[in-house]
């Protein structure tokens, strides 16, 4: 993605120097090239800067070194299906090191790291969980249930390292945890999934989730 956005640069530079030292008069030509490649970089740097760190988030929180994270948008498209995310299995009990992310989650991750993370809205919320949830399955955990109850606790981490202050990604864990999880479809909710459950990660401590 970021050598794309450098080469649209780089060929305009080529354009105009080319066009001086030849002397001719190609002020039209020069204007529709200005046309097509900077919105073609513009896009291509905006995509390659959010991806890059949405990355870094997939791989701190998979402890998974080189996982990434792509985006469905102006020059990567995928199939999703219904969902906002998704982590390839293999068959064999292994799991994709990149997290496809569907575009409006990542539009939502955009307008977080942006300044939404003061006060992040439903959606924003959700994002930063679906890019946990994809985290947690790009680091080995294939079940479902399993991966949604750890991501609701590692969200946290997510968020901080989007911009959140500490007090409003506790914030966002708990309202993902009271209003968004009891409407998860049950393939979704491990029974286990409490404080102090088996899927606590940090059972006692009195922090949930």
């Not at 030292?21 to 740097?45: D, E, N, Y």
């Not at 906002?84 to 990149?98: I, N, P, Q, R």
């Not at 500490?166 to 479809?185: G, Q």
């Amino acid at each position: 993605m970021r050598w794309i956005a450098i080469g649209a640069a780089l060929a305009l530079v080529a354009l105009v120097v080319h066009w001086q030292w030849s002397g001719t008069r190609r002020g039209g030509w020069m204007v529709l090239a200005a046309i097509v490649l900077l919105p073609s970089g513009f896009f291509a740097w905006r995509e390659y800067t959010l991806e890059s760190k949405l990355s870094e988030v997939v791989e701190y929180v998979a402890e998974r070194p080189g996982a990434t994270a792509n985006c469905q948008g102006f020059l990567r498209e995928f199939r999703l299906d219904r969902n906002l995310g998704e982590v390839a299995f293999d068959g064999k009990g292994g799991t994709s090191s990149v997290a496809q992310l569907r575009s409006g989650v990542c539009s939502e991750l955009r307008s977080f790291i942006g300044g939404g993370y003061s006060r992040p809205s439903y959606d924003e919320i959700v994002a930063v969980h679906v890019l946990t949830h994809e985290a947690i399955h790009v680091a080995g955990v294939t079940s479902e249930a399993e991966t949604e109850c750890i991501a609701m606790q590692r969200s946290r981490d997510a968020a901080m390292m989007l911009g959140a202050s500490a007090a409003t990604a506790d914030a966002m864990a708990a309202h993902y945890w009271s209003s968004v999880f009891p409407r998860m479809p049950g393939s979704y909710r491990a029974l286990e999934c409490f404080e102090d459950g088996d899927l606590d990660l940090t059972p006692g401590d009195g922090v949930w989730p």
